[in-house]
């Protein structure tokens, strides 16, 4: 992949290739932005565009030094990611005396930190002094979906590079090469992607429709306010679920249908449906789910995504949730 090459977020392209055709390319730079938008791919392409030997201004993507960069092989290219849940303080004095180095090979040496929101506060600390005087021939890219997670004094000595999600033709262009399925799922799994590239092409379309009939489920027994047993068997499934990423993705694709429901209410026009393929069932939910309860609900779900980083007791956040929304 190269700067040409790359598909979506194309400010952010312009801004890094214009800031290295002049020479200022900033040496802190934090990539904030949603999962499977392409951060990792373009802090990879700027590594590569920073060392290939044909010194363009871009990624040749053929030279020695883009191809081991591309096989994650470069040992100027350091990619820091957490080996236990969280990234250490041991970890970031580690990269502290390495990026003092000079670079083996290559011109520059590049570090990713990525997910940066990885670090606890200690760690974020012992990076200050390194994000604020960095090498001259040093770059920090730090990645990160949640960047509020990351100290305001952190934030602040890096530059930052918001990334969105894509399009819906760009998603299917870039799905198109690497996958073989039918056009249609294709497509299907871009729009059920959102934009996020990464994201469509782990999805699983048999797992996620598994996932989302639980979701379906809840909204069905939400849009009837008398059959509140769907609601509390649910919540104490979920309540059950062992892993917090299991629970947010519940939480990310109730969102997702709510978001329809409300398109449905607002401007009763299916084209611009995430879940097109379910379009009919929503439209014969949506009695149930006037505009008002959808924001109520969508509101109640993202302080639930909040209160999950203090390990909130989800069976009753879900519970309270569903039934108190028409009070
Ligand atoms: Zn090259």
Not at 101 to 119: K, T
Not at 121 to 141: G, H
């Amino acid at each position: 992949m190269s700067f040409s090459d790359q598909v979506g977020n194309q400010k952010v392209v312009a801004a890094l290739r214009g800031a290295m055709a002049e020479n200022r390319l900033p040496h802190a730079l934090l990539f904030a932005g949603p999962e499977g938008v392409g951060k990792r791919t373009l802090a990879l392409t700027l590594a590569k565009a920073l060392n290939c030997s044909r010194a363009d201004g871009d990624a040749c993507g053929r030279c020695r030094s883009c191809s081991k960069t591309d096989r994650e092989e470069h040992p100027d290219v350091l990619s820091l990611r957490p080996s236990t849940a969280q990234i250490k303080v041991g970890e970031i004095r580690e990269l502290n005396a390495a990026i003092q180095y000079r670079p083996f090979e290559g011109r520059r040496r590049i570090f990713l930190i990525d997910p940066a929101d990885a670090m606890n506060e200690q760690a974020q600390n012992a990076l200050l002094k390194t994000l604020e005087e960095p090498p001259a021939d040093a770059f920090l890219i730090l990645l990160s979906e949640r960047p509020n997670l990351l100290l305001p004094t952190v934030r602040s000595r890096c530059q930052r590079f918001t990334f969105s999600p894509l399009a819906q033709a760009d998603v299917v262009q870039l799905l198109k090469p690497k996958l073989t399925k039918s056009e249609e799922e294709i497509e299907l799994l871009a729009r059920l992607s959102q934009g996020r590239v990464g994201v469509a092409l782990d999805l699983d379309l048999a797992d996620y429709s598994r996932v989302r009939e639980e979701c379906l489920g809840l909204l069905a027994a939400l849009a009837e306010p008398l059959k509140v047993k769907g609601l509390l068997d649910l919540a104490a499934a979920w309540g059950r679920l062992l892993e917090r990423e299991a629970m947010l993705e519940r939480l990310r694709i109730l969102k997702s249908l709510l978001a329809d429901l409300a398109r449905l209410a607002i401007v009763h026009d299916r084209a611009v449906f995430t879940h097109e393929d379910i379009a009919d069932r929503l439209r014969a939910m949506s009695t149930g789910w006037t505009i008002q309860r959808v924001y109520r609900f969508s509101a109640r779900l993202d302080s639930i995504e909040r209160a999950l980083q203090r390990n909130v007791n989800r069976q009753l956040a879900l519970e309270y949730a569903g039934l108190t929304l028409d009070e």
